[in-house]
């Protein structure tokens, strides 16, 4: 399998402070790889810098073999995502909204209209796609915000904290379907999250952040055998 995405001993550094040091991971086409800190440890700057919103201080990032520092626009035609804090246009309906992110990815009609209706039949909001976003749930506004990430058909999918909000129900929906995305349609996903079941439920691979340094990236089997050793092991790595 190819790798999709590629981080080569990334820095970044905000107010003089160095915030993410010397990163290094890969994903392949078809994984999971989760991502986890504590709060403040860098990973919603490592997903902005991942996805072209701000420019590392050194290293590289390569998105299907693509420069994301020298090439960003044609970076962003291959990923999709999710960010932790984020914004929607009130006025506009989630099939307007889907539809809108559609065109701008080049897609043509028919396969805009298929893609919008599959997404909310998966995620249950087929019902509310011509009501306002700005009166849908924070639950609903977040499944109509997964949709978003995934209309383009992105090769590589970024997502901060994607089911934070949603009950278990909903939260093994999308995992559900994530899992089938990186199977079906070979996409790359690295993802943050502070649900530790969510990262063992999901995920191939973690990599673990301490002090802006990654202080693991491999298998869960490498640092546990079960949950509780999981829990123990993953804090103890988190800490630093």
């Known amino acids: 399998m190819s790798k999709c995405l590629e981080v080569n001993d990334l820095e970044w550094s905000f107010r003089g402070n160095c915030v993410l040091k010397g990163i290094t991971f890969s994903v392949e086409e078809g994984e999971i790889l989760g991502c986890i800190g504590r709060n403040g440890s860098g990973k919603s700057a490592l997903i ?3 996805s072209t919103l701000i420019p590392p201080t050194r290293g590289e990032v390569r ?3 693509l420069d994301a520092v020298k090439e960003p626009v044609e970076v962003r035609k291959r990923i999709g995502a999710i960010f932790e ?3 929607v246009p009130g006025d506009m309906t989630p099939f307007g909204y889907l539809y809108y992110y559609g065109e701008l990815s080049d897609l043509a009609e028919p396969v805009i209209l298929e893609r919008e209706e599959a997404l909310m039949k998966t995620f249950d909001i ?3 796609k ?3 976003l700005s009166s849908l749930s924070e639950e609903a506004i977040r499944k109509v915000e997964i949709c978003r990430a995934l209309i383009s058909y992105p090769k590589v999918l970024l997502l901060d904290e994607p089911t934070r909000g949603l009950d278990l129900v909903e939260k093994k929906r999308v995992w559900a379907f ?3 995305v990186a199977v079906d349609e070979d996409v790359a996903i690295f993802l943050t999250s502070h649900d530790l079941h969510e990262i063992s439920e999901l995920c191939n691979r973690v990599a673990v952040i301490s002090d802006g340094k990654l202080s693991y990236c491999g298998t869960l089997d490498g ?3 079960d949950e509780d050793d999981l829990e123990e092991s993953l804090t103890s790595l988190m800490v630093g």
């Open 223 to 225: 640092i546990a055998m």
């Open 126 to 128: 087929s019902e509310q």
């Open 85 to 87: 804090r984020f914004s």
């Open 130 to 132: 011509h009501r306002k």
């Open 63 to 65: 998105v299907c073999g």
């Open 48 to 50: 902005s810098i991942l």
């Open 178 to 180: 994530l899992r089938g």
